[in-house]
């Protein structure tokens, strides 16, 4: 079963940059996509962008400029960084497998406050 | 981007009744499109995917219908197990976007 871990802070201070990680177990990261998804509280899903093995990203056009996801193969682990980070940033932070078609295995998500 | 529009965004029912949610998109988004189910504190879980097929270990009381811009998932017979919130996504060009959702509650 695959399994994934969200870790990084859990509070991050206005105009800083934020930085998860994700850990994966189960699978290597060679066998999917790796994604990143966000929820701000009470509203909806957004996905903020996923990276193949190889290091091919697609970032959503809304926050390309201050994003940045890359891999490590070595840890089986991705990562996600996101500066000049606001209130508006504040969301819980889901990692997840996409298999090109489906979102299919998700961490437990991490709730990430950007304070002033 | 593709804009997806659920409705209702609640809908109230009692175990036993049937559920239809809505998903419009903007524009064409062909079969793909997916939906996930979310219970409080935890993530979405895939129900369905590519408009109607079941996810692994989804009960047959989940249908999923619809092409183009309007979409339906439709439970026959909701389980006390089924209030959930309700989201769903296409993957038919990037960026892949999600509707808002749609609560289905216990009335």
């Known amino acids: 079963q695959v399994q994934l871990q969200e870790s990084g802070p859990g509070l991050v201070k206005s105009s800083e940059t934020l930085s998860l990680t994700c850990s994966v177990s189960?699978?290597?990261?060679?066998?999917?996509?790796w994604s990143w998804i966000r929820q701000a509280p009470g509203k909806g899903l957004e996905w903020i962008g996923y990276?193949?093995?190889?290091?091919?990203?697609k970032y959503s056009p809304s926050l390309k400029s201050r994003v940045s996801i890359s891999v490590d193969m070595s840890k089986n682990q991705f990562s996600l960084k996101l500066s000049s980070a606001t209130a508006a940033d504040t969301a819980v932070y889901y990692c997840?497998?996409?298999?090109?078609?489906?979102?299919?295995?998700w961490g437990q998500g991490t709730l990430v406050t950007v304070s002033s | 981007e593709i804009v997806l529009t659920q409705s209702p965004d609640t809908l109230s029912l009692s175990p036993g009744e049937r559920a239809t949610l809505s998903c419009r998109a903007s524009?064409?988004?062909?079969?793909?499109l997916n939906w996930y189910q979310q219970k409080p504190g935890q993530a979405p879980r895939l129900v369905i995917y590519?408009?109607?097929i079941r996810a692994t270990g989804i009960p047959d009381r989940f249908r999923g219908s619809g092409s183009g811009t309007d979409f339906t998932l439709t439970i026959s017979r909701i389980e006390p197990e089924d209030f959930a919130v309700y989201h769903c996504?296409?993957?038919?060009?990037?960026?892949?976007?999600f509707g808002q959702g749609t609560m289905l509650e216990i009335k």
């Open positions: 997840a497998s996409y298999s090109g078609s489906t979102l299919d295995f």
């Open positions: 189960g699978a290597s990261i060679s066998d999917y996509y």
């Open positions: 990276i193949d093995y190889s290091g091919s990203v």
């Open positions: 524009q064409s988004v062909s079969r793909y």
């Open positions: 590519d408009a109607s």
């Open positions: 996504q296409h993957r038919s060009n990037w960026p892949y976007t």
